[in-house]
């Protein structure tokens, strides 16, 4: 049966919103977390394995000090305090996809704790979130089911476990309850999850692809009356895995959460799932807390200790953050704050500033990556990252129309030979003879014959208007197959013009 759901702007009057993120983010290490398997993504099923990544009796575990490395890369650009001895325990519960039956996490004594990180918003307005923990643990398998409707397990008849992603590092990025966010609750929880993956990507710590499960989030939701009031009862919608269905999911708990409030029902604490086709969330499981795991330190494995030199040493490799870069690019671009925003929810920005390096004015890049080249990736259904174009490529067209070799006619037909596979912009432009027609007497030539063929304009021109000059340098164009510049006729016509 369908939930009941109260309008988002009813439900957000009557109720304040909380919520709070569970981001996972899987490292980029070549090996898992406690053994030597090799990572590769989308590798044959089963085949990334060791006695260890398995639980096999007598495996004994051994940590990875990149991935610690990593992790304490990242909570240095949260924040947060990075704890000089840290500990792994175990966290008990079956799960067919956990082979030990128990996942090796942090609890008491993580490694990192008591951060922040401030979100900037579409309209400029900065909130911050505060972070409880950004702890190590290591990833569970990956069950697919089989028979059932888009790979779900209602209606399936049997279910496939896929152990390669099983200890593979990850950190798990646990948010204090964010509250006075109101209304902008899902806008603030989407804009925060943009801003780990930038930091991550920035960091060179995760492939941060979401829709390969790199990044996924737990979305927790509880109402409350007034502020200031009790927490109240959350939901916690689990491996949310795209910005969109975070935003979705949380105003969805909140209308589903108030509509129940509000006819005097309860909410149950239980795990829910986000499900794309239908929009909505559904009920899981009730949800556990933390003495349900029955969580003790793991006999294995010694307590992880990271000296202040080691934390000092990594703190000189930290890169330049997503938010002082972006600033310090758009000032030296000269980009409003729309045109900013619009190439970092593009995935641009590493490619506008790619083609400025080979070459190319910034306004030139950004015209080509947010213009045609966005169109034609949405067309073909990839990234723009993806595309058969370099910023390289991008850089010499535009060196080429800068030079006067082309114009925006054959600039786009030179850019479609490159994506076509024709080869470099140069080796396209020589194949198809691309060349802008400057020849004052071939385009007097062709000047005249636009004036003997549009008598009635050139009477208009000869009056002063100017506006019918563009069918003029239509039929110029036309004439010359789009080869001529543009500029040059428009220049020609004008004196020709006045010397009538």
């Not at 000296?307 to 972006?326: F, G, N, V, Y």
Request: include cysteine; aromatic fraction near 6%; glycine fraction near 8%.
């Amino acid at each position: 049966m369908a939930d009941k759901l109260m309008k988002y702007a009813d439900a957000v009057s009557k109720f304040d919103p909380v919520f709070g993120l569970e981001v996972h983010v899987e490292l980029s290490t070549n090996t898992k977390l406690f053994c030597p398997a090799h990572i590769e993504f989308g590798g044959e099923p089963n085949s990334q394995l060791t006695p260890v990544s398995l639980g096999l009796p007598g495996s004994l575990p051994v940590v990875n000090k990149t991935a610690i490395d990593y992790a304490v890369k990242l909570g240095l650009a949260l924040h947060c305090e990075i704890a000089e001895w840290s500990q792994f325990a175990r966290k008990n519960y079956f799960y067919p996809d956990m082979p030990r039956d128990y996942q090796i996490s942090q609890y008491d004594k993580p490694l990192n704790g008591n951060g922040y990180l401030d979100v900037e918003l579409d309209d400029g307005e900065i909130f911050r979130v505060q972070i409880e923990r950004a702890h190590v643990e290591d990833d569970a398998g990956k069950n697919t089911h089989v028979g059932g409707a888009d790979g779900r397990i209602e209606g399936a008849d049997h279910s496939l476990c896929d152990y390669n992603r099983a200890g593979v590092p990850l950190v798990e990025i646990v948010t204090k309850p964010v509250e006075g966010a109101g209304e902008r609750a899902p806008e603030i929880a989407g804009a925060y999850v943009r801003a780990i993956r930038d930091i991550v990507k920035a960091l060179n710590i995760s492939h941060a692809r979401m829709e390969q499960g790199n990044m996924r989030a737990d979305v927790n939701v509880s109402l409350r009356r007034n502020e200031g009031d009790p927490l109240g009862t959350r939901s916690e919608t689990k491996n949310v895995n795209t910005f969109k269905g975070i935003e979705k999911t949380m105003a969805y708990e909140i209308r589903r959460q108030a509509a129940i409030l509000d006819a005097g029902g309860e909410i149950l604490q239980e795990t829910r799932h986000w499900d794309e086709s239908s929009q909505s969330t559904a009920g899981g499981r009730v949800k556990s807390d933390a003495d349900d795991y029955r969580y003790f330190p793991d006999p294995d494995l010694v307590m992880v200790h990271v000296t202040s030199d080691h934390i000092e040493e990594l703190a000189k490799q930290m890169p330049e953050m997503p938010r002082e870069r972006r600033a310090r690019l758009k000032s030296e671009w000269g980009f409003s704050d729309l045109e900013m925003r619009d190439a970092v929810n593009a995935d641009a920005l590493d490619l506008i500033e790619a083609t400025v390096q080979a070459g190319a004015k910034a306004s030139g890049a950004r015209k080509w990556w947010m213009g045609e080249l966005s169109r034609e990736a949405n067309a073909r259904d990839l990234t723009l990252a993806e595309l058969p174009i370099t910023p390289e490529d991008v850089a010499q067209v535009e060196a080429l129309i800068a030079k006067g070799s082309l114009n925006d006619k054959l600039a786009k037909q030179t850019v479609s030979g490159v994506l076509a596979g024709e080869g470099t912009p140069e080796e396209v432009v020589s194949k198809h003879g691309y060349q802008v027609v400057s020849d004052d007497g071939a385009l007097l030539a062709a000047i005249d014959e636009a004036f003997a063929a549009n008598p009635d304009i050139v009477e208009k021109l000869k009056a002063g208007n100017m506006k019918p000059m563009g069918a003029i340098i239509g039929s110029v164009m036309k004439a010359t197959h789009g080869q001529a510049d543009a500029k040059a006729v428009r220049s020609i016509v004008s004196e020709k013009i006045a010397s009538l």
